[in-house]
C-alpha cells in the first residue's frame, strides 16, 4: 500500500493506476460492471479495504466476492464479465 499523504492511501488498480477510496464505486452502486468491480477486487487485495467492509459496503454475499476475485485473479477484467461467466467457471 502506498501512501501518498498522511490522510490519503492508495493501491494499484486494475488499470495500473493509483486507488483511493475515493475511487471506489458509490455504496448504492446498482449496476456492475467489469471496472468497478474490478476496482473493488484491487481496493480488497491492496489492503485499501477489508473483506468484510466491501461485503458490507456494497451488499454483496461471501460467495460472489470469492467469485469475482478468482475469476479476476484467472482471466482478468475479461472474468468479470457477465455475459462471460459461463465460459469462465
Known sequence: MNQQNAETLSVEGPN???LTLDDLPPANIRRWVT???????????????SRDEALSRYGLS???YVAWERLYREHGHKGLRATRIQKYR
Not at 471496472?35 to 479495504?49: C, D, Q, S, W
Open 16 to 18: 495500473r493506476r493509483p
Open 35 to 49: 471496472r468497478r468491480k474490478a476496482e473493488v477486487v484491487a481496493a480488497v487485495t491492496g489492503g485499501l479495504l
Open 62 to 64: 461471501e460467495e460472489e
